[in-house]
């Protein structure tokens, strides 16, 4: 399908990415899947060959390039494996606040490392206590001549058992009203004493990619390592999550069409009654709700692609494209792990990881609840969506 989206440069960018991924990635995948971690190795091999945070400007070692760039990097590790999905994570939400709120010297002190893969990144937002109310944090930061002390505990964070570098969401004003106002954003530092690492979780899916909680108790975090402004760190928050959503999105819809390819191979050549599934009335219309809705999907987050790209406001559509796609894609994953029949529910049919993998994406970067609400209150304000 023509997507309008990607010129020359960008098709040679995913056969060399592909090529990449078929040597150093797929035939691992079953051992990362059960050691419950992807090897340091495979990051820096990624920034060997460029393929870390392509939009890092050249100066710091980066290419500088667009987002369509980073968009066909997303969608080639998702054809492998949800559980890569930590160095979209890495690329594509983290070292973004890096590259738009950092000074110059921490620019330069940091993003080389994140390009060449020796340097992994994390943000730490989520609190055992809170989820998708940010305001509502405890994890405090007090200034103390030239540094802060750190107090408090995230989980959930991904990438946490490698990251050596953390973007932690912390309270520096507890009376600020309203309290949002009091939300900073520190980097902590892998040796930074006072921080450790709790337990790395154990998830129904995404085995692959590491989760963790992240412990901070008296962490003496340097004052230089303060990102941006103090105080400024909710807005911030709130200015990155249409990336990070509609990354979701993509790499969602491209699960959706994933599942949807294999389950059709499969239909094709399993035998039931003597005669092929994809024979029978029941099996076709699945398969075409399932492809009228990816279809219907794809072409919706491409259009936001370009409007992101264009640097549109889209937060409304993001939210939209966020909790339908990943809905949807959750949908399409029961429907073809039952296509499969029994042998769906096997280890060895890439189906069954899929669907442990998928249920996750209506959940984190703001739940499917939270995605309705901001539509809801673009609505009550009279946001235009339709023009």
């Given at each position: 399908m023509e997507r309008g989206l990607f010129t020359q440069e960008h098709q040679i960018l995913r056969q060399a990415f592909r090529r990449f991924l078929e040597r150093e990635a797929v035939p691992y995948m079953d051992e990362w899947e059960a050691n419950r971690l992807i090897p340091r190795e495979f990051w820096q091999k990624l920034g060997e060959e460029g393929y870390l945070c392509p939009s890092v400007e050249e100066k710091y070692g980066g290419m500088g390039a667009d987002f369509a760039f980073s968009v066909v990097i997303q969608e080639e590790l998702e054809k492998v494996a949800s559980g890569l999905m930590g160095v979209g994570l890495h690329s594509d939400i983290v070292v973004p606040y890096i590259e738009r709120y950092a000074t110059e010297e921490q620019k330069e002190r940091w993003l080389p490392g994140c390009l060449t893969g020796e340097t992994i990144t994390a943000v730490a937002m989520t609190e055992p206590g809170t989820g998708s109310d940010l305001a509502a944090i405890t994890t405090t930061a007090k200034r103390e001549g030239d540094h802060y002390l750190l107090n408090g505990q995230k989980t959930f964070i991904s990438?946490?058992?490698?990251?050596?570098?953390?973007?932690?969401?912390?309270?520096?004003?507890?009376?600020?009203?309203?309290?949002?106002?009091?939300?900073?954003?520190?980097?902590?530092?892998?040796?930074?004493?006072?921080?450790?690492?709790?337990?790395?979780?154990?998830?129904?899916?995404?085995?692959?990619?590491?989760?963790?909680?992240?412990?901070?108790?008296?962490?003496?975090?340097?004052?230089?390592?303060?990102?941006?402004?103090?105080?400024?760190?909710?807005?911030?928050?709130?200015?990155?999550?249409?990336?990070?959503?509609?990354?979701?999105?993509?790499?969602?819809?491209?699960?959706?069409?994933?599942?949807?390819?294999?389950?059709?191979?499969?239909?094709?050549?399993?035998?039931?009654?003597?005669?092929?599934?994809?024979?029978?009335?029941?099996?076709?219309?699945?398969?075409?709700?399932?492809?009228?809705?990816?279809?219907?999907?794809?072409?919706?987050?491409?259009?936001?692609?370009?409007?992101?790209?264009?640097?549109?406001?889209?937060?409304?559509?993001?939210?939209?494209?966020?909790?339908?796609?990943?809905?949807?894609?959750?949908?399409?994953?029961?429907?073809?792990?039952?296509?499969?029949?029994?042998?769906?529910?096997?280890?060895?049919?890439?189906?069954?990881?899929?669907?442990?993998?998928?249920?996750?994406?209506?959940?984190?970067?703001?739940?499917?609840?939270?995605?309705?609400?901001?539509?809801?209150?673009?609505?009550?304000?009279?946001?235009p969506l339709f023009e």
């Amino acid at each position: 399908m023509e997507r309008g989206l990607f010129t020359q440069e960008h098709q040679i960018l995913r056969q060399a990415f592909r090529r990449f991924l078929e040597r150093e990635a797929v035939p691992y995948m079953d051992e990362w899947e059960a050691n419950r971690l992807i090897p340091r190795e495979f990051w820096q091999k990624l920034g060997e060959e460029g393929y870390l945070c392509p939009s890092v400007e050249e100066k710091y070692g980066g290419m500088g390039a667009d987002f369509a760039f980073s968009v066909v990097i997303q969608e080639e590790l998702e054809k492998v494996a949800s559980g890569l999905m930590g160095v979209g994570l890495h690329s594509d939400i983290v070292v973004p606040y890096i590259e738009r709120y950092a000074t110059e010297e921490q620019k330069e002190r940091w993003l080389p490392g994140c390009l060449t893969g020796e340097t992994i990144t994390a943000v730490a937002m989520t609190e055992p206590g809170t989820g998708s109310d940010l305001a509502a944090i405890t994890t405090t930061a007090k200034r103390e001549g030239d540094h802060y002390l750190l107090n408090g505990q995230k989980t959930f964070i991904s990438n946490g058992i490698h990251a050596d570098l953390i973007i932690v969401a912390c309270k520096t004003d507890l009376s600020a009203e309203p309290a949002h106002h009091g939300v900073s954003l520190l980097i902590v530092e892998k040796d930074t004493p006072g921080f450790s690492r709790g337990r790395k979780l154990d998830k129904i899916g995404l085995h692959s990619q590491d989760t963790a909680e992240l412990i901070f108790e008296d962490c003496q975090v340097p004052a230089t390592n303060l990102l941006g402004q103090e105080g400024a760190g909710f807005r911030y928050l709130m200015q990155q999550l249409q990336q990070e959503r509609l990354v979701v999105a993509i790499t969602a819809q491209v699960a959706a069409e994933e599942m949807f390819r294999m389950t059709a191979e499969y239909v094709g050549s399993r035998k039931v009654f003597g005669r092929p599934l994809v024979h029978f009335q029941n099996t076709q219309f699945l398969l075409a709700e399932m492809a009228t809705e990816i279809q219907l999907g794809r072409t919706f987050v491409d259009t936001l692609i370009k409007e992101h790209m264009a640097g549109q406001s889209i937060e409304q559509k993001v939210s939209m494209a966020k909790w339908w796609i990943s809905e949807k894609a959750k949908e399409i994953a029961a429907k073809c792990m039952q296509l499969h029949g029994g042998y769906g529910y096997m280890e060895e049919y890439p189906i069954a990881r899929r669907y442990r993998d998928i249920a996750v994406t209506s959940i984190y970067a703001g739940t499917t609840e939270v995605m309705k609400g901001i539509i809801a209150k673009g609505l009550q304000k009279g946001i235009p969506l339709f023009e």
